[in-house]
C-alpha cells in the first residue's frame, strides 16, 4: 500500500534510519575519541528505537525531562 505525507497522522516522527544510524555512529566515534560520555536527552526524539540505538553506540544512559518519560524509556 502507497502513502502519502497526508495519509499520517501527527504527530509523527520520520527519520531516514540509514542517516539516523550513520550520524549515531559518528556521535558516538567522537566521544570515545575525545574520552566523552553521552548521556542524550529523550526530549529531542521520544523514541525508544533511537534511544537504543544511542545505548548500542555506548549512551552510558539517557535524561529525561518528566516522570511520564522515566516510565516509559528507564
Request: glycine fraction near 0%; aromatic fraction near 14%; include cysteine.
Given at each position: 500500500?502507497?502513502?502519502?505525507?497526508?495519509?499520517?497522522?501527527t504527530p509523527a516522527?520520520?527519520?531516514?534510519?540509514?542517516v539516523l544510524l550513520r550520524n549515531l555512529?559518528?556521535?558516538?566515534t567522537y566521544a570515545l575519541?575525545?574520552?566523552l560520555k553521552?548521556?542524550?536527552?529523550?526530549?529531542?526524539?521520544?523514541?525508544?528505537?533511537?534511544a537504543e540505538q544511542q545505548k548500542k553506540r555506548g549512551a552510558l544512559d539517557v535524561a529525561v525531562g518528566t516522570l511520564a518519560e522515566a516510565r516509559?524509556?528507564?
Open positions: 500500500m502507497f502513502y502519502t505525507l497526508n495519509d499520517i497522522k516522527l520520520i527519520l531516514d534510519e540509514e555512529d559518528r556521535t558516538a575519541r575525545h574520552w553521552l548521556r542524550p536527552h529523550l526530549k529531542t526524539h521520544k523514541s525508544l528505537f533511537v516509559i524509556f528507564c
